[in-house]
């Protein structure tokens, strides 16, 4: 597309770059640009200092309607680039459709205008981590790869800087895939980790959450490749490969064991007849192995397999990690990727910031950052991965999800929960009530600092004080970051008791 002199609205820009990267873009590439967004100027001032700043560097400005849309903003449009963040049931969306404006968003101008190779990644949880593990993987051959996406990173801004050939890696929320889904666009090669409840409030029902994931595959060429999580329930039960008409979906499936074990579901992919004719990768006791049956069918010969790593290589806790470094390992194995290289990667990757993140170890306690787990599945494997003692502090915002499997787990695997204010905290009470009536429960609290300080009274040496809230973050933070941000900066202040209170011994001798 000829960008010079199009009129481009871009609606939401959002206060951690959701808009920023792509109006910087579209500057840049000569087009006019205004910026429309429900938010006030004081909330957007970093956003719109950093735009305002690119414009002035290229000569030009930026027009703003801020607190509101204005139809004539739309109707003046050549084209309109949503921010994930605006509903699918928009009335504007609607308006611009009556319009005939063209929508796109970011990741649909990157695939039409990017020429290298796109590896996607979704799921319910785990995206992150398993789109820095194979990038990771991918960086021992191609030290320029590129991990975008719903990073917080523009992949449109790092296009002139990637040298020919060289791949990027998007992480992609349900919320960006139907948009892609929308125009009929699919990265060539994709993973979906897993799939399980979650943005409900948005999507509305379970299918409806699935297909907007499936739009990861969906739209695939036949030389494509789409890695599945055969040990997951739903991945088996919402993740078909076959639509109404019974057409083939996506390109090559490869199916993963991600874990000790294949799900066992009935399903449009019976096991074990999967492993029998699929590309596909195993844990075979501590290794994990590719198997390639050459497209044989039917009760398969016996495959020797390649080994991509051994579970002992993995510096990240949890059988979670274990299901993400599989499938990154199966992805980068059909991309191409030595399995040597896959290996050395898992052996230096020390994990994601804001995910089962170590904050700091004080007078014995270890005080653990999970911020982004803004649903029940994600602290789940959270409190799964972790063994020591635990003290919780959960809560937050609601998304209509199901809080029955984590009340559960909070009862069997916290000593001690502390709960943060917010539109779900008391369901999510009310069911670890119900499984466990004695366990202590604090708060809720306004405050993260004063519920880490009670988090603190209640812990001792040995224990975990672990922030994995299973909510949204909105009404206490700005988002699951300005949430996780918060917390580092609490313990960070926290100062040493054992310094503040001395052993008797010595203040004797004093």
């Known amino acids: 597309m000829q960008w010079s002199d199009k009129h481009v609205l871009v609606m939401g820009l959002g206060v951690h770059g959701g808009g920023l990267g792509v109006a910087r873009w579209l500057l840049a590439q000569g087009a006019q640009v205004t910026v429309t967004d429900l938010a006030e100027r004081e909330l957007l001032a970093g956003s719109l200092e950093a735009l305002d700043a690119a414009a002035s560097a290229l000569g030009t400005s930026v027009h703003y309607t801020l607190g509101r849309h204005e139809e004539a903003d739309l109707a003046a449009a050549d ?15 609607a308006r611009a459709a009556e319009l005939g404006v063209p929508v796109e968003t970011e990741m649909t101008i990157f695939l039409r205008t990017y020429r290298g190779p796109v590896l996607g990644v979704t799921g319910t949880k785990g995206k992150t ?12 051959r191609y030290p320029a790869t590129l991990a975008a996406g719903n990073l917080r990173v523009s992949a449109l801004e790092a296009i002139e800087h990637l040298p020919e050939g060289t791949p990027v890696v998007l992480e992609l929320s349900s919320f960006q895939l139907e948009r892609m889904g929308a125009v009929g666009l699919s990265p060539q090669y994709s993973l979906l980790t897993n799939f399980s409840g979650d943005h409900l409030n948005w999507h509305g029902t379970l299918e409806a959450y699935a297909a907007a994931k499936r739009q990861i595959y969906w739209h695939q060429q036949a030389d494509g490749a789409v890695v599945l999580n055969g040990a997951d329930d739903g991945s088996v039960d919402y993740y078909t490969l076959f ?9 090559q499936a490869i199916w993963v064991g991600a874990g000790p074990h294949w799900s066992r579901v009935r399903s449009h992919y019976p096991q074990p007849s999967v492993r029998d004719v699929s ?52 992805l980068a194995r059909a991309f191409g990727l030595a399995s040597a290289a896959i290996q050395h990667a898992l052996q230096h990757f020390t994990g994601v ?39 919780l502090i959960a809560g937050g915002a609601d998304k209509a999800l199901e809080f029955t499997s984590l009340g559960a787990a909070i009862a069997q695997r916290v000593k001690a929960l502390i709960l943060l204010e917010g539109t779900a905290t008391t369901r999510l009470a009310g069911t670890v009530a119900l499984h466990r009536r004695d366990l202590p429960v ?3 609290f306004l405050d993260l600092g004063t519920a880490l300080n009670r988090a603190r009274e209640v812990a001792e040496p040995g224990d975990t004080v672990l922030l994995s809230p299973g909510c949204a973050s909105f009404g206490m933070f700005r988002n699951e970051f300005h949430r996780g941000d918060m917390f580092r900066q609490h313990v960070a202040a926290l100062t040493s008791q054992q310094e503040a209170d001395p052993p008797e011994q010595t203040r004797a001798d004093a």
């Open 79 to 93: 084209l309109v680039v949503v921010n994930p963040a605006v509903r699918p049931d928009s009335p504007w969306l």
């Open 129 to 140: 981590t398993t789109a820095l593990m194979m990038t990771a993987m991918l960086r021992e």
């Open 243 to 251: 639509d109404e008409q019974g057409a083939r979906r996506g390109g």
């Open 279 to 330: 590309t596909r990768v195993e844990l075979r006791h501590d290794e994990v192995i590719w198997y390639d049956p050459g497209g044989r069918s039917g009760p398969a010969t016996p495959v020797e397999g390649e080994l991509l790593f051994r579970r002992s290589d993995l510096r990240v806790p949890g059988w979670h990690n274990l299901a993400n470094a599989m499938q990154a390992a199966a």
């Open 353 to 391: 910031e804001h995910r089962l993140e170590l904050v700091r170890e004080l007078d014995g306690v270890h005080y653990v950052n999970d911020t982004t787990a803004t649903n029940p599945a994600a602290t789940i494997a959270a409190l799964e991965a972790l063994t020591t003692p635990l003290v």
């Open 442 to 444: 604090n708060g809720p």
